[in-house]
T-cell receptor, first 113, second 116 residues
Framework: SQQGEEDPQALSIQEGENATMNCSYK?????LQWYRQNSGRGLVHLIL?????REKHSGRLRVTLDTSKKSSSLLITASRAADTASYFC?????????????FGKGTHLIIQP | NAGVMQNPRHLVRRRGQEARLRCSPM?????VYWYRQLPEEGLKFMVY????????ESGMPKERFSAEFPKEGPSILRIQQVVRGDSAAYFC??????????????FGAGTRLSVL
């Protein structure tokens, strides 16, 4: 089955800097999503990018998708302490529709004040 | 509109006992998903259900694990004769009927199962 792999596994930056996380996957996808998980909590959906889109913005978030390289990146600009969390990419089934998502192991982001 | 509700938040069981995890989806959502998360790992898909139907249980162990989503009431993930390896966080997610570009899933806070 397709598998998202995030890179780096852990990232520590100063508040105000930009944070970039990458995700690679193995098979064709219909969409790719990014989720955030604060320690001990459930996942919160951040952004969904469709396979026919190359870039998408939401507030301080910017996501890119390169289907030829089977990779995506998540950029958080002007980071804040509250952005400290684990970030996961997730892929859905190739045909679209509803089904379980396949998650990577995540990038643990620490924002130092 | 309440989010996805899971209970209990924490569950402690001894080896050989049964664990029952409950999930109430968001209002208007007809799709329920269960995932398992081990420490420092991502979520692993277990099962996808709609009302009274199991749609995809490819990620669920064949033995000891079962799931249901009855016409009335919450979805239940049931683990019989628990073993220490079942210790994990179990997350439920729900989504509305999906469009052509896939579904955004809304997650509960999870149930942390500890098997002694």
């Amino acid at each position: 089955s397709q598998q998202g792999e995030e890179d780096p596994q852990a990232l520590s930056i100063q508040e105000g800097e930009n944070a970039t996380m990458n995700c690679s996957y193995k098979t064709s996808i219909n969409n790719l999503q990014w989720y955030r998980q604060n320690s001990g909590r459930g996942l919160v959906h951040l952004i969904l990018i469709r396979s026919n889109e190359r870039e998408k913005h939401s507030g301080r978030l910017r996501v890119t998708l390169d289907t030829s390289k089977k990779s995506s990146s998540l950029l958080i600009t002007a980071s804040r302490a509250a952005d400290t969390a684990s970030y996961f990419c997730a892929t859905g089934p190739p045909g679209g529709g509803a089904d379980g998502l396949t998650f990577g192991k995540g990038t643990h982001l620490i924002i130092q004040p | 509109n309440a989010g996805v509700m899971q209970n209990p938040r924490h569950l402690v069981r001894r080896r050989g006992q049964e664990a029952r995890l409950r999930c109430s989806p968001m209002k208007g959502h007809s799709h329920v998903y269960w995932y398992r998360q081990l420490p420092e790992e991502g979520l692993k898909f277990m099962v996808y259900l709609q009302k009274e139907n199991i749609i995809d249980e490819s990620g669920m162990p064949k033995e000891r694990f079962s799931a249901e989503f009855p016409k009335e009431g919450p979805s239940i993930l049931r683990i019989q004769q628990v073993v220490r390896g079942d210790s994990a966080a179990y997350f439920c997610a729900s989504s509305p009927p999906t469009g052509a570009w896939g579904n955004i899933q809304y997650f509960g806070a999870g149930t942390r199962l500890s098997v002694l």
